[in-house]
């Protein structure tokens, strides 16, 4: 099992910008894939970023792509998003997660370890 914890939420205007950072331990982190998702307010969890094993390969959700960068450095178990151009529907809660099954994104639903969340709210 692998134990990841965000940080990095927060409170930012329109146009604005975030880094999220979701620190890993329980497994060897260079190993497998990581991914941010988010669920905002009356809406079911959602896909936004995902990224392989040795960065080699990211995947991004079409609302995301060119203004979040995922991102992540295996030296400090640590896998990141940048996200800048923040709009008001960005507003969610975002969680970090980890596939520990394989090394490359396929789909969501793979993803068994989850963060406990970070709060990220854009204003207009």
């Known amino acids: 099992q692998v134990q990841l914890r965000e940080s990095g939420g927060g409170l930012v205007q329109a146009g604005g910008s975030l880094r999220l950072s979701c620190a890993a331990s329980?497994?060897?982190?260079?190993?497998?894939?990581m991914g941010w998702f988010r669920q905002a307010p009356g809406k079911e969890r959602e896909f936004a970023a995902a990224?392989?094993?040795?960065?080699?390969?990211?995947y991004y959700a079409d609302s995301v792509k060119g203004r979040f960068t995922i991102s992540r450095d295996n030296a400090k178990n640590t896998v990141y998003l940048q996200m800048n151009s923040l709009k008001p529907e960005d507003t969610a809660v975002y969680y970090c997660?980890?596939?520990?099954?394989?090394?490359?994104?396929?789909?969501?639903?793979?993803?068994?370890?989850w963060g406990q969340g970070t709060q990220v709210t854009v204003s207009s």
């Open positions: 997660a980890a596939d520990p099954s394989s090394r490359y994104y396929i789909t969501g639903s793979d993803f068994d370890s």
């Open positions: 990224i392989s094993w040795n960065g080699g390969r990211t």
């Open positions: 329980g497994r060897t982190f260079s190993n497998y894939v």
